[in-house]
């Protein structure tokens, strides 16, 4: 995985965490939104991050190719913004019910 990280250009290592400064501003624009009628007051409790942590980093083997390389995932949970897209998942499902979208191409 270091190596992943060195060698790569699209990480970056940074001299100071960016997390709370995120979370504050991600706080004063849900706020904004609460007070302009946009989201409900369960929403902006539900969505309001508290606590948020980096991004975690690890590495999935790639078997099924010769050497057996790292595949780098960055995982999301417990960031900042986390909460906040699992309310817009749950906003805009409704989009995908189209019927224009294929479900499953078996049912032609």
Do not use: W
Request: hydrophobic share 35%; net charge positive; aromatic share 10%.
């Amino acid at each position: 995985m270091e190596q992943i990280f060195n060698e790569s250009k699209a990480f970056k290592q940074l001299d100071e965490d960016p997390t709370i400064q995120k979370e504050d501003k991600l706080q004063r624009k849900l706020l904004h939104l609460k007070n302009n009628g946009f989201l409900t007051d369960s929403e902006y409790k539900f969505t309001r991050p508290v606590g948020s942590q980096p991004g975690k980093a690890y590495g999935l083997l790639k078997i099924h190719k010769d050497g057996v390389p790292l595949r780098p995932v960055i995982s999301a949970c417990g960031t900042f913004n986390y909460k906040l897209s699992k309310l817009l998942v749950n906003k805009l499902k409704h989009l995908r019910a189209s019927p224009t979208i294929v479900i499953d191409t078996f049912k032609f």
